[in-house]
């Protein structure tokens, strides 16, 4: 079974940044078929994709709201996935989780079906 661990989370003022991790674990034939993504959860909001990444390959792809602003990267020796989070704002604020995929690309929360236990960003001054 497929873990899944993030942290990197905290208390950062408006536009300033933050590197989310998220450390995989787990049998490597599952990690490796997987891609990865980001979401996020506000207080009281549908949890909304944020970033996604193909484990084995160079596709990257981001919501409009945060694009040109959050980088999502991975580590294959180490199997971490990182998010970048850069120029932040208040409506930034959620906990954000780690999921995996088998449908790379995509940005639907019912395709993903491994996910971390979240770590909260909280934007304010």
């Known amino acids: 079974q497929m873990q899944l661990a993030e942290s990197g989370g905290g208390l950062v003022q408006p536009g300033g940044s933050l590197r989310l991790s998220c450390a995989a674990s787990?049998?490597?034939?599952?990690?490796?078929?997987?891609?990865m993504g980001w979401f996020r959860q506000g207080p009281g909001e549908e949890r909304e994709f944020v970033a996604g990444?193909?484990?084995?390959?160079?596709?990257?792809y981001y919501a409009d709201s945060v694009k040109g602003r959050f980088t999502i990267s991975r580590d294959h020796i180490k199997k971490m996935v990182y998010l970048q989070i850069g120029s932040l704002k208040p409506e930034d604020t959620a906990v954000y989780y780690c999921?995996?995929?088998?449908?790379?690309?995509?940005?639907?929360?019912?395709?993903?079906?491994?996910w971390g236990q979240g770590t909260q960003v909280t934007v304010s001054s």
């Open positions: 990444i193909n484990w084995i390959g160079s596709a990257t």
């Open positions: 787990g049998p490597a034939s599952t990690i490796f078929d997987m891609g």
């Open positions: 999921a995996a995929t088998r449908s790379i690309g995509s940005r639907n929360r019912s395709d993903y079906i491994n």
